[in-house]
């Protein structure tokens, strides 16, 4: 699975963008997707996950409530809706895939789009 993030860029604090991940392969609706992030000077950490097959998604305690992860398996896509949005959501985000759900490693990784919030 190759896969390709989109839609970052510059918001003011408050604002709201929607970040898409295009995946490559056929079988991209047997894949659990998910979302990291990694800000400057800091660890990756978990954003959202989402199942190929029903039942609810997975958010971090940091986004819950403002993020929406989504996926459109027609479209092989998965987005990130992000609402009210804060200066320390800044980073870079990346779509992951992987067979398992909430794997310790994601085996797929996408390149990253950076999301940057002004105050």
């Known amino acids: 699975v190759q896969l390709q993030a989109s839609g970052g860029g510059l918001v003011q604090a408050g604002g709201s963008l929607r970040l898409s991940c295009a995946a490559s392969?056929?079988?991209?609706?047997?894949?659990?997707m998910g979302w990291f992030r990694q800000a400057p000077g800091k660890e990756r950490e978990f954003v959202a996950a989402?199942?190929?097959?029903?039942?609810?998604?997975y958010y971090a305690d940091s986004v819950k409530g403002r993020f929406t992860i989504s996926r459109d398996n027609a479209k092989n896509t998965v987005y990130l809706q992000m609402n009210s949005l804060k200066p320390e959501d800044t980073a870079v985000y990346y779509c992951t895939a992987d067979k398992s759900w909430l794997p310790s490693t994601w085996d797929y990784w996408g390149q990253g789009t950076l999301v940057t919030v002004s105050s």
């Open positions: 392969g056929r079988t991209f609706s047997t894949y659990y």
């Open positions: 989402s199942r190929w097959r029903g039942g609810p998604p």
